[in-house]
């Protein structure tokens, strides 16, 4: 049998998870015990799909053998209904559907031969796209086929997936191009046109609206500065956005006018911490930005001082991961 209990909590988090150190994970070779979880919206009653969070009575990440896409580092995916094998022992969890709905924390105990199912309400507090908004995520480096249902799960409408990188003059595929150049799932998500990510000492240019990708990689053999593949890409139309706003480049970004936004949250912001450096751009000033936040409050003074030169550039959200 298993002993269950849950508690609100709510909780506003960005639009993605970022990129996060990897803890030590358990899974379940020989469980003791299943728990099936149904998640549901509290309103309608009908299945969500949500990201789930699970911990040992150690406070250890567990990633039990569920199927469906590939796992991450501190989290999982339930595409409305989940069977968890597990070891007996006491757990913990904390579920979330986007940032429309409150999290849900709770635990249960699995006992030998446990067998039990259990429904989560998720109980949504907004409903954004109602009122004209839709959310994204602008830096994504995912596979196309565990998108849906994480995309499902973060309540994001759109992504536009990163095929190619160039990492310092070393272009390398990340995602699987072999499908439509605009894919979706069918409510109003939308993954594709793709993009393709420019990162150099300079700082990282995300590029979007490509129709396709396009290869870069034999200007890069040239070593063209970052401005020079800017008004390149911005010939064919495409959209740049600044990955960060302590790129090396940005002033001679913002002064050829061709920049079209700057990731305000980016993918140094983490869920539960931040990388605290700028090894991709222009250290802070530690003393005026010291902590935790300072990555995040210098991000938001370079920003303003954006605006404050009358330059109105949209800033736009990305996880990196």
């Given amino acids: 049998m298993t002993k269950f209990s849950l508690v609100l909590l709510l909780s506003l988090v960005a639009l993605g998870a970022g990129p996060m150190p990897v803890p030590h994970a358990s899974a379940a070779t020989h469980a003791d015990g299943e728990l099936e979880i149904k998640v549901v919206d509290a309103e309608s ?12 009575h150690r406070g250890q990440t567990v990633k039990p053998k569920v199927p469906g896409p590939p796992q991450y580092a501190d ?12 070891m007996r022992g006491q757990y913990t969890f904390e579920l979330e559907a986007g940032p429309e709905y409150k999290t849900q924390n709770g635990h249960f105990e699995i ?5 039990d199912s259990k429904t989560i309400e998720m109980h949504r507090f907004a409903d954004l796209a109602k009122e004209g908004w839709w959310s994204g995520d602008l830096d994504v480096s995912r596979p196309l086929a565990a998108l849906p ?3 499902a799960a973060e309540n994001l409408n759109v992504v ?11 272009w ?23 993009a393709e990510l420019d990162q150099r000492t300079g700082g990282g240019l995300l590029l979007f609206g490509l129709s396709k990708p396009i290869d870069l990689s034999a200007a890069t053999a040239t070593n ?12 064919i139309e495409a959209r740049a956005v600044a990955r960060t706003p302590f790129a090396w480049d940005l002033p001679v970004w913002l002064a050829s006018g061709q920049l079209d936004a700057i990731q305000l949250i980016h993918q140094h912001e983490l869920r539960e911490g931040v990388v605290d450096n700028e090894d991709d751009g222009r250290p802070r000033d530690l003393k005026l930005f010291p902590g935790r936040a300072g ?7 370079i920003y303003y001082h954006v605006l404050n030169c009358g330059l109105r550039v949209p800033p736009v959200a990305g996880s990196g991961s």
């Fill in 45 to 56: 009653q009908q299945p969500i799909a949500a990201r789930m969070h699970l911990k040992d």
């Fill in 75 to 86: 989290h999982f995916y339930i595409d409305g209904r989940v069977a968890l094998p597990l």
């Fill in 111 to 115: 006992d030998r031969h446990a067998d």
């Fill in 149 to 151: 249902l994480a995309m």
């Fill in 160 to 170: 536009a997936a990163t095929a190619r990188q160039n990492i310092d003059g070393k």
């Fill in 172 to 194: 390398n595929e990340v995602v699987e191009t072999k499908r439509n150049d605009s894919n979706s799932n069918p409510d109003t998500r939308v993954f594709g046109p793709w």
């Fill in 224 to 235: 063209p500065s970052s401005l020079s593949v800017l008004q390149n890409v911005k010939k």
């Fill in 295 to 301: 990555n995040g409050r210098w991000s938001e003074t």
